[in-house]
């Protein structure tokens, strides 16, 4: 068990959409990610998902609104909620759910990444 560092985390990678792992707790991931432009609409059938931001503006995009997140705002999407995230450059936040979220739901995409893929750091 050792502390975690998120300014030295977001260190270690440049990529955007490509959620790394952190911790688990209690079957949850704590992931963190860099954000640029806008990701895909999709939706998760029976999980959750929080976001959480440290730098940058994070707006999570809804079919009746936008929730529009600054460095120290959180907002839990519920399950089934169709969202795509957006991100002005250089953002970067952190996400909590359940281990076996699909990274975009059940979306087929080019973003997408396999729970089994996603990395530790």
């Given amino acids: 068990m050792d ?3 998120f300014s030295d985390k ?15 707790s209690n079957g949850q991931l704590i992931k963190i ?15 959750d998902e929080l976001f959480y931001v ?3 503006e994070l707006t999570i995009q809804l ?3 936008d929730i529009v997140l ?7 999407v519920p399950k089934g909620v169709e ?22 739901g059940e979306t087929e995409s080019n973003h997408a ?3 089994e893929d996603q990395e530790w750091i």
């Fill in 3 to 5: 502390k975690v560092n």
């Fill in 10 to 24: 977001f260190k270690k990678f440049d990529t955007i959409w490509t959620p790394k792992i952190v911790a688990e």
């Fill in 33 to 47: 990610a860099k954000g640029s432009g806008e990701l895909e609409w999709h939706f998760h059938k029976n999980e």
């Fill in 54 to 56: 440290f730098e940058g």
């Fill in 63 to 65: 079919r009746n609104r």
């Fill in 70 to 76: 600054s460095p120290g705002e959180m907002f839990v």
């Fill in 83 to 104: 969202h795509c995230p957006k991100a002005k450059p250089n953002t970067h936040f952190m996400m909590m759910e359940p281990a076996s979220t699909k990274h975009l």
């Fill in 113 to 115: 990444i396999s729970v």
